[in-house]
């Protein structure tokens, strides 16, 4: 990128981290998480750090948050509110400390290392001990006076323990997961939307105009920080946080006093694997030279204090750029739209594609190549594109047309009746027919350790296998011909494939690529039938009276018993394999015996495929629809029609939490 480009991008991307730092500071409005905003942050920085020059006075990086909103008593702060900067990987500590040591000119620093609460910033002001002013941060400058709200927070003290005693303290308002959990299952009772997370949930209730919301909200707050007080202050961080305590605030008990920055990544690291078990949310962990004269030689740069620094979790969201989208073809000849992203740090691992499911999702979300874009990773390898920033985009953009031909499909592509996808019509082209191989040895199916794409693309490409039949007839003379493929490796893969001869009825289904036919369908296929022979003399009006098998399945199953090419592929493979019944779980028995589960929205702690793994081993049953049949429907954030669904038949709904603690997972 050059100078003048530069210029461009770095006009753009303050235009849009303003836009949505007033949102999310002053406004309490979340268009874009905390995650993806730090990455436009770090995009500008390192941008500006490359054209120096380019750094004007109204830039992001030279100030705190926004302008108070209207409606509010203003309070000017008698101490100036800064914000850290942010740092994201252990380089960029060790870096931090770097310049703490050459600027103290000394060899090592002590630190001390607090979590950093997921909530809202309160600035608090008591004069002889009795609380007086409570404010928010707002710009840095002038606040919002809250004080009859933070007055029913019953973990802020009305009078501090020591009489006599001036002091203006800073803190976090938070509310906990439990109490968020409570308030978004009344949401779902009234049939209202959701909120998002317990952190909007704290910003929106402290600026409810009726204190008597706040009092049922239960808000709770941690204080951190002595901005200023009538008596000595502590000479260290640490011991600044047990007067904290002594005055009578809720301090949050897990900060350490670190004799260098090894102790603090450590701490950092600790806490990142064991955050999700706290009452409350964090996203990250503050540390500050924690000497207090330290602190003031160091002092302040124009927007942060060069003392301290927040060290991030790793990101579930991030911001790029689409470079290309281009397209894959899955085992059933389904067409899928990916994006070709801009490499960007994503919960820890760089990432450079994004999933884009179909034309109809290309059109609601309106992304083009070139577009800025919100990445979000939710226990999927490949991540979701969930908005564009229609604020950075090119003057002469212009919308992406789907092709009507692909040269992976061999010709033409055609969108699928009824449905958003399209899909490949020539059944065999080659990109198809090497999909439904790495779909026949993958865990849903076969299960084949160590036969994966990459060998099975040599296998192909050598002539090896042109059936699934023929992964069973291998032999090791056949393989150690084969570039990369050494003796103990070939033993390895001749074992896994001999393990796999052995299948249960769903896996065997699952394995054949058969349209429509699924994991859950597969499963409640082999519950019915038992054996493969029963299944395949199935009618189509024996397969839609089975719950979950609707006419378009039941049909597709029909249809591809009909062809004698898949007749003669099963035939041969059945004299290599041997079918079990193997029902995934005793419906007769387990906590959830006979019991349907339907799963909307996303779930935090658990992957979609966990969660129907642990329904299933608790002798329940998951189905992808909602019916009266239906026993719950267990939500996550952002649910879909399926949870309307499920208030209009009355159908029990289970919050995540609730359905863990129902489990006992």
């Excluded at 840095?140 to 933070?150: H, L, W």
């Excluded at 950092?268 to 064991?274: I, T």
């Excluded at 009276?545 to 039941?554: K, T």
């Excluded at 049953?621 to 939500?635: G, L, M, Q, Y």
């Amino acid at each position: 990128m050059d100078k003048n480009e530069a210029k461009i991008r770095i006009k753009k991307l303050k235009e849009a981290i303003n836009k949505h730092r007033y949102l999310y500071h002053v406004l309490n409005q979340e268009e874009i998480s905390p995650e993806a905003l730090d990455s436009l942050k770090m995009e500008l920085v390192e941008l500006e750090g490359k054209y120096p020059d380019l750094i004007t006075t109204d830039s992001p990086t030279q100030r705190v948050a926004g302008e108070p909103i209207p409606g509010f008593t203003k309070v000017k702060h008698e101490i100036s509110q800064w914000s850290y900067n942010d740092a994201f990987t252990e380089e960029d500590v060790r870096d931090f400390d770097k310049r703490v040591k050459k600027m103290l000119g000394v060899d090592e620093v002590e630190y001390t290392a607090e979590l950093k609460i997921d909530g809202l910033k309160i600035v608090l002001t008591y004069e002889n001990s009795i609380l007086k002013v409570a404010a928010t941060r707002g710009d840095g400058e002038v606040g919002e006076d809250v004080t009859a709200n933070v007055r029913t927070i019953e973990s802020i003290p009305l009078r501090l323990e020591k009489d006599g005693v001036n002091v203006i303290v800073e803190g976090e308002v938070w509310l906990s997961k439990k109490d968020f959990e409570i308030l978004n299952k009344k949401r779902a009772k009234a049939g209202e939307v959701l909120y998002a997370n317990p952190r909007n949930v704290a910003a929106g209730t402290i600026r409810q105009l009726d204190p008597k919301v706040v009092a049922e909200r239960n808000l709770a707050c941690f204080i951190y920080d002595l901005a200023k007080g009538n008596f000595p202050e502590p000479d260290n961080q640490y011991k600044e946080l047990e007067l904290l305590a002594e005055l009578g605030f809720v301090v949050e008990s897990h900060f350490i006093l670190s004799k260098n920055i090894d102790g603090v990544i450590k701490f950092w690291r600790e806490w990142e694997k064991k955050k999700d078990n706290l009452p409350f949310g964090v996203d990250g962990v503050v540390v500050k030279v924690s000497r207090r004269d330290s602190q003031d030689k160091l002092g302040y740069t124009g927007k942060a204090p060069r003392f301290g620094v927040a060290i991030k979790f790793k990101a579930k969201e991030a911001v790029t750029v689409v470079e290309d989208i281009d397209f894959q073809v899955g085992r059933t000849g389904v067409v899928t739209p990916v994006a070709h992203l801009r490499s960007v740090l994503l919960d820890g691992s760089t990432v450079s594609r994004a999933t884009l499911h179909n034309e109809d999702e290309i059109k609601r979300l309106d992304v083009r190549v070139g577009d800025t874009v919100v990445i979000q990773k939710a226990g999927d390898i490949i991540p979701d594109i969930i908005k564009v920033l229609p604020e950075m985009r090119s003057a002469k953009s212009k919308p992406f047309i789907f092709p009507k031909e692909l040269d992976i499909c061999g010709g033409a592509i055609e969108r699928i009746p009824g449905q958003a996808a399209h899909r490949c019509v020539n059944k065999n082209s080659v990109a198809q027919v090497r999909r439904r191989f790495y779909y026949f040895t993958s865990k849903p199916a076969f299960n084949i350790d160590g036969l994966g794409p990459k060998i099975l693309d040599v296998l192909l490409d050598e002539g090896l296998v042109s059936d699934f039949a023929d992964i069973f007839t291998l032999k090791k003379g056949d393989l150690l011909t084969l570039p990369r493929f050494a003796e103990k490796s070939v033993d390895n893969l001749l074992e896994a494939i001999e393990k796999a001869r052995k299948i249960t009825l769903a896996r065997f289904i699952v394995s054949l690529s058969i349209d429509h036919v699924g994991e859950e369908t597969a499963i409640d296929l082999a519950n019915h039938f038992k054996n493969w022979d029963r299944f395949t003399k199935a009618t189509e009006e024996d397969l839609t009276a089975i719950e979950g098998v609707g006419e378009v399945v039941a049909h597709s199953i029909v249809i591809w018993f009909k062809n004698k090419d898949h007749q003669k592929v099963v035939a041969k493979l059945l004299k290599q394999v041997e079918v079990g019944a193997g029902k995934f779980s005793g419906l007769q028995s387990g906590k959830f015996a006979g019991q349907s589960f339907v799963f909307t929205g996303t779930l935090s702690t658990l992957s979609r495929d966990e969660a129907k793994n642990i329904v299933r081993e608790a002798g329940g049953s998951v189905s992808s629809s909602v019916s009266t049949k239906t026993s719950f429907v267990v939500v996550g954030i952002e649910p879909g029609s399926k949870y309307d669904e499920a208030k209009k038949l009355g159908v029990k709904i289970l919050t995540e939490a609730e359905f863990k603690k129902t489990l006992g997972v």
